[in-house]
DNA sequence: CAATTCTGAGACATGACTGTCTCATTTGGC
DNA sequence: GCCAAATGAGACAGTCATGTCTCAGAATTG
């Protein structure tokens, strides 16, 4: 029984990242209350559905304040936003999946903001040769958020022990984004070579 | 104007892969026809939802053939399969954020297909020595569809030119997911080390 | 123990989308 | 140019979820 509004959110998530089309009686009923004591909580279906993608939005930004993503060494930034970001997992596929969200201008921004400042990770661990180039920060930043989401369903599904969430995102995303010191890339690639040039944002 | 049934249902995944809850009045819109005909072309709303899960699941399953994922080095098959579904990948896109589809039995069943097909070449590349056998196969699996997804959704909304999505995609995700034949894992991983055993599914 | 507050269950009206229909218009074939 | 088929626009009822209300019962507080 979770007559908290912190709580009710939380179930919300529960049922909202693989139903988002749920209504208020499967969310109220996730959250152990009657639909009337939902409604007295929440002004109503978009209010709510509001501040769930208004707590995953800070829930992230939080991560991204914690692993301090603008300090040292890029890779040991990201190895530390992995570790903030997986506990809200769940929160993020919420993100991911609830395209309608970005109807709201105030969250859009958020939104917004918050992807710029990993974008701005990527582009730093670039510029100082952590990152590898050829992949372009943008898509650094939607793979990584992506494989995050994924994390969140890989285990709300049960089919990813938490215990090896963070691992399992730092080792398969880090693998693929950072430059290797020694070995080149493994294969030149055959299809299109994208002769992307080193980017630069602070001119 | 597309009064093609699968021109229909291409323009429809267009829509749905970004608002998974459009009405009616808008797909037919984004195809170009009135509601009235997409009504004639299609029973009803969920009769089109399944027809273009259906599609997108019959597509993934023809990159699967394609790539022949069953044949010759790991590797070289992943990489054909990367070739194979990237072209779907707005529909990949789609089955990831539609999660309703799962109620309906054959879509499930079809999609599950897809998945043991897609775990069974991971399995088969771990036991051969070429993917990492620190990452599940099934998180292989999971996290290889959800950057398929991701690449259709960065090219649908710009952020990723449909020129370097393959190899986008191949780069990341192979440098995650390959074991590396000379560099060892960059550093231990610090946190919680799954010591996870080499998985065998043919006994 | 009594009073207040909060909750759950249900009823109710409202609104939105769907599915079906009709009819005028257009398109395409002959 | 005529006829047939198909399309678009709009109207219509049906359905479902939402939002609001009331009231009885439970929990909490004094």
Partial sequence: MATDRDTVLEAAVGVLSRRPT???????????????????????RDALIREVGLLGLQRFAAALDTADTGAGDAEAALRRLVDASVPDAMLCAFLAGENQLYEHDD???????QIARLHALFLRGQQEGVFRIELSAAWLSEAFFDLVA??????QDGRLAPREAAFSLAELFLG???????????????HSTPDRKPETDTP
């Fill in 150 to 155: 994924g994390i969140g369903w890989s285990i």
């Fill in 22 to 44: 749920a209504h208020m009686d499967e969310i109220a009923r996730a959250a152990g209350i009657s639909r009337a004591t939902l409604h007295r909580l929440f002004p109503g």
């Fill in 107 to 113: 969250i859009n921004d958020l939104w917004e903001v």
């Fill in 176 to 190: 693929g984004a950072l430059r290797r010191p020694d070995a080149r890339t493994p294969h030149p690639p055959a």
